[in-house]
């Protein structure tokens, strides 16, 4: 079977996003895009990619796209402790809704992920 590479995220503001998806999963925008955020220069359909510097974990693409379907455009599930979940909320995330046992939150363009307890 074939090896999960990457988790592509579409967004209308890839700026406005890998920052967020950033600080959410720990992953470092590459350098080359890094320059283009700060910036501002990146293309009209030119995506960010987040890396581990220690190819540990999956990259995300943050791209944009003309047209986006909603919901659905992707769906993460993460696991924090209440410190994380504050964070993620510091970071910019919104609560959707509680649930049994996890919580439904959505990014600052309104994709939906799950954030489960530790354990």
Same mark, same amino acid.
């Given at each position: 079977?074939?090896?999960?590479?990457?988790?592509?995220?579409?967004?209308?503001?890839?700026?406005?996003?890998?920052?967020?998806?950033?600080?959410?999963?720990?992953?470092?925008?590459? +350098?080359?895009?890094?320059?283009?955020?700060?910036?501002?220069?990146?293309?009209?359909?030119?995506?960010?990619?987040? *890396?581990?510097?220690?190819?540990? *974990?999956?990259?995300?693409?943050?791209?944009?796209?003309?047209?986006? !379907?909603?919901?659905? *455009?992707?769906?993460?599930?993460?696991?924090?402790?209440? +410190? +994380? *979940? !504050?964070?993620?909320?510091? !970071?910019?995330?919104?609560?959707?809704?509680?649930?049994?046992?996890?919580?439904?939150? !959505?990014?600052? +363009?309104?994709?939906?992920?799950?954030?489960?307890?530790?354990?």
């Amino acid at each position: 079977m074939p090896d999960l590479a990457a988790v592509v995220i579409h967004c209308r503001d890839p700026y406005l996003l890998a920052a967020f998806w950033s600080e959410v999963t720990g992953l470092p925008v590459a +350098e080359e895009d890094r320059v283009k955020l700060t910036d501002r220069t990146l293309g009209p359909t030119e995506s960010v990619l987040l *890396r581990d510097p220690h190819g540990h *974990r999956l990259d995300v693409w943050i791209s944009p796209t003309p047209e986006l !379907a909603a919901p659905g *455009r992707m769906h993460l599930d993460l696991v924090g402790d209440a +410190e +994380e *979940r !504050a964070a993620v909320l510091d !970071a910019g995330a919104t609560v959707v809704r509680e649930l049994p046992g996890w919580t439904v939150l !959505a990014d600052p +363009e309104g994709n939906e992920f799950c954030l489960h307890p530790r354990g």
